[in-house]
């Protein structure tokens, strides 16, 4: 726990203070997925911490209960006589080639429309084995990622530090941050019970990193507002990811839209994107016309394997991250498996979101000094890295199995139907987290402030 949590404050900023840790035992897992997730949402409310210190000369107590910390790199969504969506398309996961093992991410029709325009239409996973099976992993990887589609074979960790994309990520920090030329000096809108409020949050991320960044911050107050593309759903994670926000959509190809969404840039504080490196560029927005449209912005961004090396905009995952960088195989090794073992959590992704959440609250109580807005990035890659490296080894204590009461009191009544939350992980004194929006769906309000 100590390394992972002082290499995070190292790359935050953050000063080496007390937090309070509760409860023991740990996720089974071959890395220390546990200390990441309580080291992350720390981190987290360290940030938060220290901006209202900074404001009110009172420097809040934290404590974070790595069990339930552990839970809510799960979920943290506990449907009452309904069921969450399935998280996987039918055929995604992991497949044997000739020569290893090699996994397919389908949940996007457009990713599935790609990985069948390589291998065949199939209807289930069988034959998609079938298929598989006859080629080799490094010529289906790149066969599915040239037609636009989203495919990892397994490597080693060592096999990743000798790859030209691993040896990429080695060289970038934890967070990239460049820092703007100074705007006007702001003033916190704000308050102990609700750090952000008045803060505009723009949230173009989706699954799952970027939206577990913007539920943090909905949670301390920030008006949220989610932009999807049309017909763009991610059914399996929206009842998790949504709560504290508003979510519209808007058309970037589209003229009036586009105006749209600039003049919501213009308004926003607080930039989250998790578009590959050029995406946002082909676009016509790239981060010198991101900020002449908004000066002073927050501009935190997000991709899967780095922002460097040959893969900078490849299209990735966390379950894809894992196969890439060692994790799955590592953990096929401690389990003595005959095939991948990633981690029990989606934690890259987790874990990512609670920094760049840290990261964007950083970035504020610097912008409030200054009057300077800043550019930050962060990866899956860069944060696989981090656990790799600071993996205390196998948990020998499991955690205690959640028990009801884990749940809130509250029964948030969400459009798939009511359901409890757990209690949140983290405990920031005088300043609840706390959600005045249930999760909604997608596209289900207006695309404005």
């Known amino acids: 726990m100590t390394d992972i949590l002082t290499s995070i404050q190292a790359a935050l900023g953050l000063p080496q203070s007390s937090i309070d840790f509760s409860e023991t035992g740990a996720l089974p897992s071959a890395f220390a997925v546990t200390d990441l997730a309580s080291a992350s949402i720390a981190s987290a409310g360290q940030a938060v911490a220290e901006l209202l210190h900074r404001q009110t000369g009172r420097l809040p107590a934290l404590r974070v209960d790595r069990r339930l910390a552990s839970f809510w790199f799960a979920t943290s969504l506990r449907p009452i006589g309904w069921n969450m969506p399935p998280l996987w398309d039918p055929v995604a996961g992991d497949y044997p080639t000739q020569d290893g093992w090699i996994r397919l991410h389908t949940n996007a029709p457009h990713h599935r429309a790609a990985a069948e325009q390589v291998l065949g239409r199939v209807s289930e996973r069988s034959a998609m084995a079938a298929k598989v099976a006859q080629w080799g992993k ?116 589209d003229p009036a839209d586009r105006g749209t969404f600039e003049s919501l840039l213009g308004e926003a504080d607080i930039l989250l994107h998790g578009y590959r490196a050029d995406a946002l560029e082909r676009l016509g927005y790239g981060v010198a016309q991101r900020q002449a449209l908004a000066p002073g912005l927050i501009d935190v961004c997000l991709n899967a394997y780095g922002w460097s090396g040959p893969w900078q905009n490849r299209r990735g995952f966390d379950s894809l991250v894992q196969m890439s960088c060692g994790i799955a195989d590592a953990g096929m090794i401690w389990k003595h498996a005959d095939q991948p073992v990633p981690l029990p959590v989606q934690a890259l992704d987790h874990a990512t979101g609670y920094l760049m959440a840290a990261r964007a609250i950083r970035a504020l109580d610097q912008r409030l000094q200054t009057g300077a807005g800043s550019s930050s990035r962060l990866s899956l890659a860069r944060t696989a890295q981090l656990l790799l490296e600071h993996s205390a080894g196998p948990c020998e204590q499991p955690l205690r199995a959640e028990t009801a009461e884990d749940q809130g009191l509250l029964v948030e009544q969400t459009p798939w139907g009511p359901a409890h939350r757990l209690q949140v992980p983290l405990h920031i004194s005088g300043s609840p987290l706390q959600w005045a929006l249930p999760a909604s769906e997608l596209g289900s309000h207006r695309a404005k402030w």
């Open 138 to 253: 490094t010529e289906l990887e790149q066969a599915v990622v040239d037609a636009g589609g989203c495919a990892a074979q397994m490597r080693s960790w060592a096999q990743w530090q000798a790859h030209p994309q691993g040896q990429a990520v080695q060289t970038e920090p934890l967070v990239a941050v460049i820092e703007n030329p100074p705007t006007a000096l702001g003033t916190w809108s704000g308050s102990p019970a609700q750090p952000l409020a008045g803060i505009k949050v723009l949230d173009l991320t989706r699954v799952l990193a970027g939206p577990i960044a913007s539920r943090f911050l909905a949670g301390l107050g920030a008006d949220v507002l989610r932009i999807d593309p049309p017909h763009w759903n991610e059914p399996g994670v929206v009842p998790e990811v949504t709560l504290g926000k508003r979510c519209a959509r808007l058309d970037l190809q």
